[in-house]
C-alpha cells in the first residue's frame, strides 16, 4: 500500500557531498516520522537522522553537523543532505516512515525503502 523510493546515491570522495532523496508513493494522506537509516558491511542497521511530523530533527553524533534531514510533506519525500563526508559513512542508506495514514482511514507502519548506496573513497 505504501512504497518508498530511494534515490541519489553513489560514488563521491572524502569531503564530497551527496543528497538522498525517499519518496513515498500510495494513497497517502499524512505521514508522521520520516528517518534515515544506514547499515554498513558487516555491521548492524543504525539510525542516522530522524523528522518528526513537527519538523523536530534527531542526528546520530557520528553525523551531527555535516548532515541535515527535511521533508516535503506535499510530495511526501524526506531529504538528507549530506556533507563533509568520510570513507566511514559508506553504507547502504535506508529510509523509513513512521505511521502513515492512507486516505482509506487505514494506517501503515514502519515502511522501508529498497536502500541507496553510498560509497566514499579516501
Known amino acids: 500500500q505504501v512504497q518508498l523510493v530511494e534515490s541519489g546515491g553513489g560514488l563521491v570522495q572524502a569531503g564530497g557531498s551527496l543528497r538522498l532523496s525517499c519518496a513515498a508513493s500510495?494513497?497517502?494522506?499524512?505521514?508522521?516520522?520520516m528517518s534515515w537509516y544506514r547499515q554498513a558491511p558487516g555491521k548492524q542497521r543504525e539510525m542516522v537522522a530522524t523528522i518528526t511530523s513537527g519538523g523536530t530533527t534527531t542526528y546520530a553524533d557520528s553525523v551531527k553537523g555535516r548532515c541535515t534531514i527535511s521533508r516535503d510533506n506535499a510530495k511526501n519525500t524526506v531529504y538528507l543532505q549530506m556533507n563533509s563526508l568520510k570513507p566511514e559513512d559508506t553504507a547502504v542508506y535506508y529510509c523509513?516512515?513512521?505511521?502513515?495514514?492512507?486516505?482509506?482511514?487505514?494506517?501503515?507502519?514502519?515502511?522501508w525503502g529498497q536502500g541507496t548506496q553510498v560509497t566514499v573513497s579516501s
Open positions: 523509513n516512515f513512521g505511521r502513515v495514514k492512507l486516505y482509506s482511514g487505514t494506517y501503515v507502519w514502519g515502511s
Open positions: 500510495g494513497s497517502i494522506r499524512s505521514i508522521d516520522g
